[in-house]
């Protein structure tokens, strides 16, 4: 639907009460797959990780990774989920070339964790209970390539190739109970909801939570019903958005489309639609049909999972701090305003600034470098900050520098970006470009006589009173040192020439 | 008598990718239907609470250490396919985007 | 030394093991035969000399070695629903016609460290879907005592192999009674171990909780010795039982009747019966009787329903199992005019691959588990199942063993039955509830009918885990015989050559 076809979103806010569902698969980060010893590794050569039972040849037989159903039930508790004293695993069955048995193995009526809760805070600061219905494990499918027709698009490929290396890796899907009363946060709460799931299982180390590598997955359920109506509308849902941007971006698509169908009197096809962030809209996919019809089935290759309280505690006493606590710690420790904490929160750079103030710098000089320049060259080469070549023991060596008086603002940026291009630590890169200030008093003081030589009255105005006349003379031994040199100090020594 | 009839055949046979003719379809429908409606005792077989039995020999919490196993080469992998390219299994497009 | 093929394979290991005779003699010996005899019977899809003989070689130099383990240099047959590196496997369907398998079943390579040569691969229903081997997509094989009758099935290349002396022994797999159901209608000896006693590991799933791979032989002691060689606990196999239910060889040798408690199951001494067979059974009782064995009637009230538990539960889980028959990964592909998408190549495939009964039991399963039908049909089997292993338990609390007639008639003609699946399904009346239970049970020869002069069998079956009761008896019922015939039955088949 064309974008002016869209209802205005506020519009679509005030008709209709919005519901949401999220589905979020989380590829755990086990050495190897969920029912198999195959490497569980990211971009080898096609098919090379791979063995009879992951690509399913005739007679192979499953084999539980003891690793994965343990972190499967690190993430359950950490969701405030009930462990299963009887997990069982079954098999949903469909046809896909992707799914190298016809059927994923998966979890039915008998998931390892269920009836979960967490606590959610937008980016306003509002915060949202979301009620998680269950998390089961289950494995992921191969990777499909289109060749020929529009450019791996998969309408009017010739043909499709498929790579068995994913088919088999372990995944958890959390899913989560019907999310009511976000109104017209829904998108941000579906975004920070998604965060805070990768926050968890990276905080956690189940998973490496890579969204652009897929670590992190989410299927977006919505539905509209008339304000005041009691019975749920028809729900879509929108599959694999795998940024956060594209998670409220798609989830307001949907209030946005469906709101102008409804208006016109028209119905909601229940189906799974397709985002594309390309368009920033979603296309339709398969009609909800008897097509979905899995057949689910205890998986008869597979004996139950029946975790003991002891093997539960252990694991729950091993889970690192719950990230809302975390938060609430470290805005205090480093005694950031609400705003300057939120705006740290949202550009997900706790990691990096609790890293960097480890590395000896001060939480305000830490967050001012990320949220600042840094963010703003991520921004410039639209990268994500975490794809950029800095770390935060970087970081907090250009702010020791500084403090050291050896760099000022304009010399540590020329640093930053010198490491950025790869060219070292902070030290290495000041010693390469030679951007150290000049320290030797003697070279500033013969800089400064220079500049007064040329502009007499200034000692004159300075005597009067006029301070600031200093100002032309710094200028001009600032520019003499190429910038080089503390300003500061050679505004100290101008002033003592008055004298 | 049964609820077999010659749609849900095709319906089934759909399901299960099978492709089938309508004289096939005929034919499964009343074979499925004799078959099921014997299958169809064990509901009376069944009284008050039963538990469904699903492994024969009750086990449970039979795991593998998570250690990586060697793979099958690449041409291995693709020694069986009936058709491959660059690595991969290659078969016919795909229409249905999901 | 043709009389070499008519010896038990516990006779070969004693001369293999004296050097009175080589493995490649021995081995050569029953290549002559199978390559004279095979165009008779139809008992082997593939015959593999060349890499026997090398096996019989490493067999013969191991033995001069003096590494002589149970069967050192016997050659086997093996059922090809196994997987095997180095001969095709096609579990007797077209979709696989030509796949040789990127790996070895457990079995397989069990076979291979103990230095069994193996001699090649046996006829089978397709997917061992059948009691005749009609179902077969290579023709069926031929009952050795009546070339126009079946030799069972589903493993009637097996049985057929062995009957025949085409082999000494050979692998079978039982599901609803394809090791036992030929064992009997040929006058050989077949055993169905508990389930999870053996690997299921490479063999070819038709219903993964009922299946279990077994011996096939012509004396009760030929199986222990195999079963010896193939039971224990594999990591592949999930099901597979972590501990050893102990040497069967030995039981065999222990078997003592004082004091034996048998049962008889009243609801399989009705009617339904051919009369021979019936004779048959009712003198094995009296055989026992008059060894001083007591014989108790048990009550399983449940048995009536096993056969309509076990065509839900089977073809459900079949219809899951054989969905990776796809033409992505292995074996055929059919593809349809025009440039038809993966779908109808899919479809197209499986239509031309799979033959009418497998394609009835995969709608059948697909329909058992399909929405809606699950609870009535799949769901209340499983309940069956319970109510039959209860059964069993009440029983086994009366008697160490229960026995039945392995079938209800003798070797029925080629296309008697082929056209009549229910009457096909009666066959395995008396063996399925052993599979439903998961408990063993063996069939051993109690004599011919009267009125067709063709074997018959009797069943053991013991409780879970007690497989060396049932080869105890069953040693005690084959002892009563060879004294009554003077050798095994066996040896009363007609000459292959004259036939
Ligand atoms: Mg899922
Ligand atoms: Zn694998």
Same mark, same amino acid.
């Given at each position: 639907?064309?974008?002016?076809?869209?209802?205005?979103?506020?519009?679509?806010?005030?008709?209709?009460?919005?519901? !949401?569902?999220?589905?979020?698969?989380?590829?755990?980060?086990?050495?190897?797959?969920?029912?198999?010893?195959?490497?569980?590794?990211?971009?080898?050569?096609?098919?090379?990780?791979?063995?009879?039972?992951?690509?399913?040849?005739?007679?192979?037989?499953?084999?539980?990774?003891?690793?994965?159903?343990?972190?499967?039930?690190?993430?359950?508790?950490?969701?405030?989920?009930?462990?299963?004293?009887?997990?069982?695993?079954?098999?949903?069955?469909?046809?896909?070339? #992707?799914?190298?048995?016809?059927?994923?193995?998966?979890?039915?009526?008998?998931?390892?964790?269920?009836?979960?809760?967490?606590?959610?805070?937008?980016?306003?600061?509002?915060?949202?209970?979301?009620?998680?219905?269950?998390?089961?494990?289950?494995?992921?499918?191969?990777?499909?390539?289109?060749?020929?027709?529009?450019?791996?698009?998969? +309408?009017?490929?010739?043909?499709?190739?498929? #790579?068995?290396?994913?088919?088999?890796?372990?995944?958890?899907?959390?899913?989560?109970?019907?999310?009511?009363?976000?109104?017209?946060?829904?998108?941000?709460?579906?975004?920070?909801?998604?965060?805070?799931?990768?926050?968890?299982?990276?905080?956690?180390?189940?998973?490496?939570?890579?969204?652009?590598?897929?670590?992190?997955?989410?299927?977006?359920?919505?539905?509209?019903?008339?304000?005041?109506?009691?019975?749920?509308?028809?729900?879509?849902? *929108?599959?694999? &958005?795998?940024?956060?941007?594209?998670?409220?971006?798609?989830?307001?698509?949907?209030?946005?489309?469906?709101?102008?169908?409804?208006?016109?009197?028209?119905?909601?096809?229940?189906?799974?639609?397709?985002?594309?962030?390309?368009?920033?809209?979603?296309?339709?996919?398969?009609?909800?049909?008897?097509?979905?019809?899995?057949?689910?089935?205890?998986?008869?290759?597979?004996?139950?999972?029946?975790?003991?309280?002891?093997?539960?505690?252990?694991?729950?006493?091993?889970?690192?701090?719950?990230?809302?606590?975390?938060?609430?710690?470290?805005?205090?420790?480093?005694?950031?305003? $609400?705003?300057?904490?939120?705006?740290?929160?949202?550009?997900?750079?706790?990691?990096?600034?609790?890293?960097?103030?480890?590395?000896?710098?001060?939480?305000?000089?830490?967050?001012?470098?990320?949220?600042?320049?840094?963010?703003?060259?991520?921004?410039?080469?639209?990268?994500?900050?975490?794809?950029?070549? &800095?770390?935060?023991?970087?970081?907090?060596?250009?702010?020791?520098?500084?403090?050291?008086?050896?760099?000022?603002?304009?010399?540590?940026?020329?640093?930053?970006?010198?490491?950025?291009?790869?060219?070292?630590?902070?030290?290495?890169?000041?010693?390469?470009?030679?951007?150290?200030?000049?320290? #030797?008093?003697?070279?500033?003081?013969?800089?400064?006589?220079?500049?007064?030589?040329?502009?007499?009255?200034?000692?004159?105005?300075?005597?009067?009173?006029?301070?600031?006349?200093?100002?032309?003379?710094?200028?001009?031994?600032?520019?003499?040192?190429?910038?080089?040199?503390?300003?500061?100090?050679?505004?100290?020594?101008?002033?003592?020439?008055?004298? | 008598?049964?609820?077999?009839?010659?749609?849900?055949?095709?319906?089934?046979?759909?399901?299960?990718?099978?492709?089938?003719?309508?004289?096939?379809?005929?034919?499964?429908?009343?074979?499925?239907?004799?078959?099921?409606?014997?299958?169809?005792?064990?509901?009376?077989?069944?009284?008050?609470?039963?538990?469904?039995?699903?492994?024969?020999?009750?086990?449970?919490?039979?795991?593998?250490?998570?250690?990586?196993?060697?793979?099958?080469?690449?041409?291995?992998?693709?020694?069986?396919?009936?058709?491959?390219?660059?690595?991969?299994?290659?078969?016919?497009?795909?229409?249905?985007?999901? | 030394?043709?009389?070499?093929?008519?010896?038990?394979?516990?006779?070969?290991?004693?001369?293999?093991?004296?050097?009175?005779?080589?493995?490649?003699?021995?081995?050569?010996?029953?290549?002559?035969?199978?390559?004279?005899?095979?165009?008779?019977?139809?008992?082997?899809?593939?015959?593999?000399?060349?890499?026997?003989?090398?096996?019989?070689?490493?067999?013969?130099?191991?033995?001069?070695?003096?590494?002589?383990?149970?069967?050192?240099?016997?050659?086997?047959?093996?059922?090809?629903?196994?997987?095997?590196?180095?001969?095709?496997?096609?579990?007797?369907?077209?979709?696989?016609?030509?796949?040789?398998?990127?790996?070895?079943?457990?079995?397989?390579?069990?076979?291979?460290?103990?230095?069994?040569?193996?001699?090649?691969?046996?006829?089978?229903?397709?997917?061992?879907?059948?009691?005749? *081997?009609?179902?077969?997509?290579?023709?069926?094989?031929?009952?050795?005592?009546?070339?126009?009758?079946?030799?069972?099935?589903?493993?009637?290349?097996?049985?057929?192999?062995?009957?025949?002396?085409?082999?000494?022994?050979?692998?079978?797999?039982?599901?609803?009674?394809?090791?036992?159901?030929?064992?009997?209608?040929?006058?050989?000896?077949?055993?169905?171990? *508990?389930?999870?006693?053996?690997?299921?590991?490479?063999?070819?799933?038709?219903?993964?909780?009922?299946?279990?791979?077994?011996?096939?032989?012509?004396?009760?002691?030929?199986?222990?010795?195999? +079963?010896?060689?193939?039971?224990?606990?594999?990591?592949?196999?999930?099901?597979?039982?972590?501990?050893?239910?102990?040497?069967?060889?030995?039981?065999?040798?222990?078997?003592?009747?004082?004091?034996?408690?048998?049962?008889?199951?009243?609801?399989?001494?009705?009617?339904?019966?051919?009369?021979?067979?019936?004779?048959?059974?009712?003198?094995?009782?009296?055989?026992?009787?008059?060894?001083?064995?007591?014989?108790?009637?048990?009550?399983?009230?449940?048995?009536?329903?096993?056969?309509?538990?076990?065509?839900?539960?089977?073809?459900?889980?079949?219809?899951?199992?054989?969905?990776?028959?796809?033409?992505?990964?292995?074996?055929?592909?059919?593809?349809?005019?025009?440039?038809?998408? !993966? $779908?109808?190549?899919?479809?197209?495939?499986?239509?031309?691959?799979?033959?009418?009964?497998?394609?009835?039991?995969?709608?059948?399963?697909?329909?058992?588990?399909?929405?809606?039908?699950?609870?009535?049909?799949?769901?209340?089997?499983?309940?069956?199942?319970?109510?039959?292993?209860? #059964?069993?338990?009440?029983?086994?609390?009366?008697?160490?063993?229960?026995?039945?007639?392995?079938?209800?008639?003798?070797?029925?003609?080629?296309?008697?039955?082929?056209?009549?699946?229910?009457?096909?399904?009666?066959?395995? !009346?008396?063996?399925?509830?052993?599979?439903?239970?998961?408990?063993?049970?063996?069939?051993?020869?109690?004599?011919?009918?009267?009125?067709?002069?063709?074997?018959?069998?009797?069943?053991?079956?013991?409780?879970?885990?007690?497989?060396?009761?049932?080869?105890?008896?069953?040693?005690?019922?084959?002892?009563?015989? &060879?004294? +009554?015939?003077?050798?095994?039955?066996?040896?009363?088949?007609?000459?292959?050559?004259?036939?």
């Amino acid at each position: 639907m064309a974008k002016d076809e869209l209802m205005p979103y506020e519009k679509a806010i005030e008709q209709f009460e919005v519901v !949401i569902g999220l589905e979020v698969h989380v590829e755990l980060n086990t050495k190897t797959k969920m029912f198999c010893g195959c490497a569980n590794v990211f971009g080898s050569e096609p098919n090379t990780n791979v063995c009879p039972i992951c690509i399913g040849l005739p007679g192979s037989l499953p084999a539980v990774n003891k690793k994965a159903v343990e972190s499967s039930i690190a993430i359950g508790l950490a969701l405030g989920c009930k462990i299963a004293p009887t997990g069982r695993f079954a098999r949903k069955n469909y046809f896909y070339p #992707d799914l190298a048995k016809n059927f994923q193995t998966s979890q039915y009526d008998e998931p390892i964790a269920f009836d979960g809760k967490l606590e959610v805070e937008i980016p306003t600061g509002e915060k949202f209970e979301v009620l998680i219905e269950r998390a089961h494990m289950e494995e992921d499918a191969g990777k499909l390539t289109h060749v020929g027709g529009a450019t791996g698009r998969i +309408q009017g490929a010739e043909y499709s190739l498929v #790579d068995y290396n994913r088919a088999g890796v372990p995944l958890v899907e959390i899913v989560t109970k019907p999310i009511f009363g976000a109104g017209d946060k829904a998108p941000e709460l579906a975004a920070a909801y998604v965060r805070l799931i990768r926050e968890m299982v990276k905080s956690m180390d189940v998973s490496d939570a890579k969204m652009e590598r897929g670590n992190v997955r989410c299927d977006a359920n919505v539905s509209l019903r008339p304000k005041g109506q009691e019975k749920l509308g028809t729900r879509t849902e *929108t599959k694999n &958005v795998n940024s956060l941007r594209s998670v409220e971006a798609a989830v307001r698509y949907e209030i946005q489309r469906q709101a102008a169908i409804l208006a016109k009197g028209g119905t909601i096809t229940q189906e799974t639609r397709h985002w594309h962030e390309d368009r920033g809209n979603t296309s339709s996919g398969r009609p909800k049909s008897d097509a979905d019809d899995y057949r689910y089935f205890p998986e008869p290759d597979l004996v139950p999972v029946q975790p003991s309280s002891e093997l539960i505690e252990s694991i729950r006493s091993a889970l690192p701090e719950n990230p809302a606590l975390r938060r609430k710690r470290l805005q205090s420790e480093w005694g950031f305003s $609400e705003l300057e904490f939120r705006d740290v929160v949202n550009s997900d750079l706790l990691d990096q600034i609790e890293e960097t103030v480890k590395a000896g710098a001060s939480a305000q000089s830490a967050r001012k470098w990320w949220t600042g320049e840094i963010a703003r060259v991520a921004n410039s080469e639209n990268k994500e900050i975490s794809g950029l070549a &800095v770390t935060p023991q970087d970081v907090a060596g250009i702010q020791k520098l500084i403090d050291a008086g050896k760099l000022n603002d304009r010399l540590a940026r020329d640093v930053l970006a010198g490491v950025l291009a790869g060219e070292g630590t902070p030290e290495e890169v000041v010693a390469k470009r030679g951007l150290e200030v000049v320290t #030797d008093e003697g070279a500033l003081i013969a800089a400064i006589d220079q500049a007064l030589a040329k502009q007499p009255d200034v000692l004159e105005k300075i005597r009067e009173g006029k301070v600031q006349a200093a100002g032309a003379v710094i200028g001009a031994v600032m520019q003499a040192m190429k910038g080089q040199a503390d300003a500061a100090r050679v505004r100290e020594l101008i002033l003592e020439r008055a004298k | 008598m049964s609820e077999i009839t010659p749609d849900l055949v095709r319906h089934l046979a759909g399901l299960a990718r099978i492709l089938v003719t309508d004289q096939e379809v005929e034919k499964l429908a009343g074979e499925l239907s004799l078959i099921v409606d014997s299958v169809a005792t064990v509901n009376e077989a069944v009284k008050g609470d039963v538990p469904a039995t699903s492994h024969p020999i009750p086990m449970a919490n039979v795991f593998r250490e998570d250690v990586v196993q060697p793979s099958l080469s690449q041409q291995q992998a693709l020694s069986g396919a009936p058709d491959s390219a660059e690595g991969r299994f290659r078969v016919a497009a795909i229409l249905d985007e999901d | 030394m043709s009389e070499l093929v008519h010896k038990s394979a516990a006779e070969l290991a004693g001369l293999l093991a004296k050097k009175e005779v080589s493995s490649v003699e021995v081995t050569t010996a029953f290549f002559d035969r199978s390559e004279k005899f095979n165009s008779k019977l139809n008992s082997y899809l593939y015959l593999n000399r060349d890499n026997a003989l090398a096996a019989a070689k490493s067999a013969d130099q191991a033995i001069a070695e003096g590494k002589i383990g149970l069967l050192t240099g016997v050659p086997i047959a093996v059922k090809d629903n196994l997987t095997t590196t180095d001969a095709p496997t096609t579990s007797g369907s077209k979709v696989l016609e030509g796949w040789v398998p990127q790996y070895d079943a457990t079995v397989v390579r069990k076979l291979r460290e103990a230095k069994l040569p193996i001699l090649g691969k046996t006829n089978l229903d397709e997917f061992a879907m059948g009691s005749s *081997t009609e179902y077969s997509a290579f023709g069926p094989s031929r009952n050795p005592w009546d070339l126009d009758r079946i030799p069972g099935g589903s493993g009637g290349g097996s049985s057929s192999a062995v009957a025949g002396f085409l082999a000494p022994i050979a692998i079978g797999s039982d599901t609803g009674g394809s090791i036992r159901f030929p064992a009997a209608v040929t006058g050989s000896v077949g055993a169905k171990p *508990t389930y999870g006693a053996v690997s299921r590991y490479g063999l070819i799933a038709l219903a993964s909780s009922l299946d279990q791979i077994g011996p096939v032989a012509n004396t009760v002691m030929d199986c222990a010795l195999l +079963q010896d060689v193939i039971a224990g606990h594999d990591p592949h196999d999930s099901t597979s039982i972590p501990t050893s239910l102990g040497s069967m060889t030995e039981a065999v040798k222990t078997a003592d009747p004082k004091g034996l408690r048998v049962g008889v199951v009243k609801q399989l001494s009705k009617d339904g019966f051919q009369p021979g067979v019936k004779a048959a059974f009712e003198d094995t009782i009296a055989k026992l009787v008059g060894q001083g064995a007591e014989i108790v009637e048990v009550d399983c009230p449940s048995f009536e329903y096993a056969i309509a538990a076990y065509y839900l539960i089977l073809p459900a889980e079949a219809s899951s199992n054989l969905a990776k028959f796809d033409s992505v990964r292995f074996g055929l592909r059919v593809t349809p005019e025009g440039n038809p998408t !993966i $779908e109808r190549v899919m479809a197209a495939t499986r239509e031309a691959g799979f033959g009418p009964e497998v394609k009835r039991r995969i709608i059948l399963g697909t329909y058992a588990l399909s929405s809606g039908y699950y609870d009535a049909y799949y769901g209340s089997a499983q309940k069956v199942r319970t109510l039959i292993q209860r #059964d069993l338990q009440a029983a086994f609390e009366k008697v160490d063993v229960i026995i039945t007639p392995t079938a209800p008639t003798t070797a029925f003609k080629i296309g008697e039955k082929v056209d009549d699946p229910l009457a096909m399904y009666l066959n395995d !009346i008396a063996t399925i509830p052993a599979n439903l239970a998961g408990i063993p049970g063996m069939s051993v020869p109690n004599g011919l009918a009267s009125e067709d002069s063709l074997p018959s069998g009797v069943q053991i079956l013991a409780p879970a885990m007690k497989d060396s009761q049932m080869y105890r008896v069953g040693a005690i019922i084959e002892q009563l015989y &060879v004294a +009554q015939w003077g050798s095994s039955l066996i040896h009363k088949a007609p000459k292959l050559e004259v036939l």
